[in-house]
């Protein structure tokens, strides 16, 4: 038989020696064969040799001890998993733990990308459908959100103190201390209400103008005109064309009417102060 070479590796655990229980095989295997030749030599050699190495204890086969002192124990392997679990919780520190939290998802972090990007945006965001938000109690002047339960509460509260001006289907010039003017009778003819002078009322007076019975046309428009040397955003006079019209003008106390950014009727998110501040001075 030929000999039995043990494999001891080139370095400390690189997996090239052998493992301990075939490193003893290979070793009787030798001794074995090595006692069959010298007893077929001589038995006195043999009983010698058979002497020799009885005396020999495991340190002094070269590199043998070295290679078994490196070898992982299950206490280091133990060690290498704790460290790698960490702190993690129970229920997540295996990798089938792992992998169920993800959904079993290969491509979670696409998935997720791709889902938070149908998401609104904090900035600016654009709503479909029907939003809805937390109803303000009345009185709230902050940042919140407006929502319709809270301005129909509120037009309904402000409305039961409201004094209000109808000059009728007639032209007028409307006085310094008017506020609301609203259209209460359908108009038979194209009509001009004029407004007082800006430099009469205070810088900030707002005027506000609706058409509360749909009385305005295409046909039967109401024109608000500016005072002589006035100009409302730049031009003489503004026309109102359609039923339900509404208009809001600001005085700058000067010579200028303009429509302040409260009198936005567009669908943008408003705020329990914008409301309170745009609804009746």
């Known amino acids: ?58 340190e002094d086969v070269a590199g043998l001890q070295s290679a078994l002192d490196s070898k992982a124990t299950p206490a280091d392997i133990q060690a290498a998993v704790t460290a790698l679990i960490a702190s993690a919780p129970g229920a997540l520190d ?47 002047n902050s940042q919140r959100l407006a929502t319709t339960a809270f301005v129909t509460a509120l037009v309904a509260q402000v409305a039961q103190g409201i004094s209000y001006k109808s000059p009728g289907d007639t032209n007028t010039t409307l006085l310094s201390t008017d506020r609301i003017i609203v259209v209460a009778t359908p108009l038979t003819a194209p009509r001009t209400w004029t407004l007082p002078t800006a430099a009469s009322v205070s810088n900030g007076v707002q005027f506000r103008i609706l058409d509360i019975v749909g009385g305005i046309s295409s046909a039967n428009t109401l024109t608000i005109a500016a005072a002589s040397g006035d100009t409302i955003n730049g031009l003489p006079a503004r026309v109102l064309a359609s039923p339900r019209a509404e208009a809001v003008l600001m005085s700058d106390g000067v010579s200028t009417w303009s429509f302040p950014v409260n009198g936005d009727t567009g669908r943008a998110l408003r705020t329990a102060r914008f409301i309170n501040a745009s609804t009746f001075p």
């Open 1 to 58: 038989m030929p000999q039995q070479l043990i494999l001891v590796g080139a370095t400390a655990n690189d997996r090239g020696g052998d493992p301990i229980r075939n490193a003893f095989r290979k070793a009787n295997a030798n001794f074995t064969e090595l006692y069959d030749a010298i007893a077929a030599i001589d038995p006195k050699v043999a009983d010698a040799v058979a002497a020799a190495i009885a005396a020999l204890v495991i």
């Open 94 to 140: 295996t990798l089938n733990e792992l992998a169920l939290a993800l959904g079993n998802d290969p491509n979670f972090a696409t998935t997720i990308t791709n889902a938070l990007a149908a998401k609104a945006p904090l900035a600016s965001p654009v709503f479909t459908g029907t939003p809805t938000a937390p109803t303000q109690p009345q009185g709230d």
